[in-house]
């Protein structure tokens, strides 16, 4: 999967606040890991395919696989803003 650019906020006065930024990216970013550790946990099994013919397992894993690195791209997302606001907030407060 490719890395897209990220579009970061401009945190100023008339905008949402680093602080409040930062704790809701902080927590999409938890809830993205906890939709992961989820998926992983789903029982996954060939046998719940082969009855769709003999491409059916190939083709669920590839799909769960291409859900993961989607998932896996909003956590870097979110990682990303969350540490952004942070850093703002570190720089601005010293």
């Known amino acids: 999967m490719n890395k897209t650019?990220?579009?970061l906020p401009?945190?100023?006065i008339?905008?949402?606040?680093?602080e409040s930024l930062t704790k809701d990216y902080s927590h999409a970013?938890?809830?993205?890991?906890?939709?992961s550790i989820a998926l992983m946990s789903v029982d996954f099994n060939a046998r719940d395919y082969y009855v769709q013919g003999?491409?059916?397992w190939t083709e669920a894993v590839k799909q769960r696989h291409d859900i993961y690195e989607h998932l896996?791209?909003?956590?870097?997302?979110?990682?990303?803003?969350e540490l952004y606001c942070s850093q703002f907030i570190k720089e601005i407060r010293p």
């Open 29 to 35: 970013r938890r809830a993205v890991q906890e939709a």
């Open 72 to 81: 896996s791209a909003a956590f870097d997302a979110m990682q990303e803003h």
């Open 10 to 12: 401009t945190i100023h």
């Open 54 to 56: 003999p491409s059916a």
């Open 5 to 7: 650019i990220t579009i």
């Open 14 to 18: 008339n905008g949402s606040s680093a």
